[in-house]
């Protein structure tokens, strides 16, 4: 069905990627590619980002980048093409941005049981991308893990 499906994660949490990574795989045609991107958020303030050792990005993102060839390797195992990709910084910018980099032509993304005062004031990386995204977005709901 879809040549470049672009599958964003949070790798520490696996219900992020536990339903969606399956259908995104299921929805790749042959020959398709499955990019799960994996972004290291920003620490956001140029305070904290002073008291963190100096190669703590370099160092973030080359453990992302090694993790999420651990998840890629049981997609490749199945016959299904895969890409990792990283990056840094606000969540829904870069999802989107990739998508526009590897040509999506998909997107799939988790969107966790909502959280009613985060959600009003600063709303949900999955609806952001929904709302700004070319392309058609898949959302799948995930579960929060007590």
Do not use: C, Y
């Not at 499955?34 to 958020?41: A, D, Q, S």
């Not at 703590?56 to 453990?63: A, D, P, R, Y």
Request: aromatic letters at 2%; hydrophobic letters at 45%.
């Amino acid at each position: 069905m879809f040549q470049n499906i672009l599958l964003p994660v949070d790798i520490e949490h696996p219900e992020s990627w536990e339903k969606s990574l399956p259908m995104a795989m299921k929805l790749a045609d042959t020959g398709g590619t499955v990019h799960i991107l994996g972004i290291v958020h920003d620490v956001g303030s140029a305070w904290v980002a002073q008291s963190l050792p100096r190669d703590f990005e370099e160092k973030s993102l080359q453990q992302m980048k090694a993790r999420l060839n651990e998840l890629a390797a049981g997609v490749a195992e199945a016959g299904i093409g895969v890409e990792t990709h990283v990056g840094h910084g606000h969540v829904a910018e870069h999802i989107l941005k990739a998508a526009d980099r590897i040509g999506a032509d998909l997107i799939v993304i988790t969107a966790l049981q909502p959280d009613d005062l985060r959600t009003l004031l600063v709303g949900s990386n999955s609806g952001k991308v929904a709302r700004h995204a070319t392309v058609p977005v898949l959302t799948v709901r995930g579960s929060v893990k007590a």
